[in-house]
Nanobody
Framework: QVQVMESGGGSVQAGGSLRLSCAVT????????MAWFRRSPGKEREGVAA????????YYADSVKGRFTISKDNYKNTIYLQMDSLKPEDTAMYYC???????????????????WGLGTQVTVSI
């Protein structure tokens, strides 16, 4: 069982930056993707960014392209989400996920992931 733990959330003013971290206790041998999702009040959880931890290929939602950067540290079994130019609409609970995805599965779709963290809150004020 993969255990996932997020950290780094907090409150920031619009235009500011935050960096989220996600550590996994151990990776099952065929885990190939880790991703960040978020859920805003009254909305469904949506994919924000994902990374293939073997190739380093990244994926982003259109709403965060150019502002968020996902990266990995394989030695630490950790991924990061650098969030710059934050907007009030980025306010949400952010979740990290990990799993093995087949070649046709979108890494920004939550039903493809089986291991999840409890989330970390990000609040962006005007």
């Amino acid at each position: 069982q993969v255990q996932v733990m997020e950290s780094g959330g907090g409150s920031v003013q619009a235009g500011g930056s935050l960096r989220l971290s996600c550590a996994v206790t151990t990776l099952i041998y065929n885990t190939n993707y880790m991703a960040w999702f978020r859920r805003s009040p009254g909305k469904e959880r949506e994919g924000v960014a994902a990374i293939n931890i073997r190739t380093g290929i990244t994926y982003y939602a259109d709403s965060v392209k150019g502002r968020f950067t996902i990266s990995k540290d394989n030695y630490k079994n950790t991924i990061y989400l650098q969030m710059d130019s934050l907007k009030p609409e980025d306010t949400a609970m952010y979740y990290c996920a990990a799993d093995h995805l087949g070649s046709l599965a979108s890494p920004l779709v939550e039903r493809h992931f089986g291991s999840w963290g409890l989330g970390t809150q990000v609040t962006v004020s005007i």
